[in-house]
């Protein structure tokens, strides 16, 4: 497995996919398997979040249009946004909108006018030791301690310029 990370590392490989290649190395491993020795383990996909100028009509969009089952909209001043879930049965679409000048949202927005992808969530069973064991292999996070998410439960973001230009969040299952 070291000899792997060595070999990826060399062909140019950001250190967010160098940890998702060696997890996903076992087409025949459960999901929550960790790295040996590693004192937590990747979850599952909890939720694909996208950011949309227009709450109201991306909620009637999932709910009257495709008939997905859609929560209340919940203001989470404390990240700057508006949240609505879209249940798909084997995960869940967040909708994303700005709530005050400061949203992290807005400045997405102002870039994307039409919204799109924003983040995705992938569980994990110990934020605390991952977020260790992440900073020890050099992935930054946007903050320096977990906060609060939209389930009530612990959240961190990583870097997207270590994972690929991809926002990851990762949750406390």
């Known amino acids: 497995m070291a000899s792997a990370v060595l070999k990826v590392a060399v062909a140019g490989i950001s250190r967010c996919s160098a940890l998702t290649l060696m997890r996903a190395h076992s087409t025949t491993a459960p999901l929550h398997q960790g790295l040996p ?8 996909l909890n939720h694909i979040a996208i950011a949309v100028p227009d709450m109201e009509k991306a909620t009637a969009l999932y709910r009257d249009v495709l008939g997905a089952t859609v929560s209340d909209k919940v203001p989470l001043p ?4 508006y949240t609505v879930f879209v249940e798909l049965g084997n995960t869940k679409l967040e ?16 870039k994307n006018k039409s919204g799109g992808m924003h983040h995705i ?6 934020i605390k030791a991952a977020i260790v064991d992440l900073k020890a292999k050099n992935i930054r996070t946007l903050s320096e301690e977990p906060r609060i998410g939209a389930h009530g439960k612990p959240v961190m973001f990583l870097h997207p310029k270590d994972c690929d230009g991809v926002l990851v969040e990762l949750e406390e299952a």
Do not use: M, N
């Not at 909708?95 to 102002?110: M, T």
């Open 37 to 44: 020795g590693s004192l937590w383990k990747l979850g599952r």
């Open 78 to 81: 404390e990240h700057g946004v």
């Open 95 to 110: 909708l994303l909108h700005p709530l005050g000048e400061k949203s992290p949202i807005a400045g997405f927005l102002q």
């Open 121 to 126: 969530c992938i569980e994990v069973d110990d």
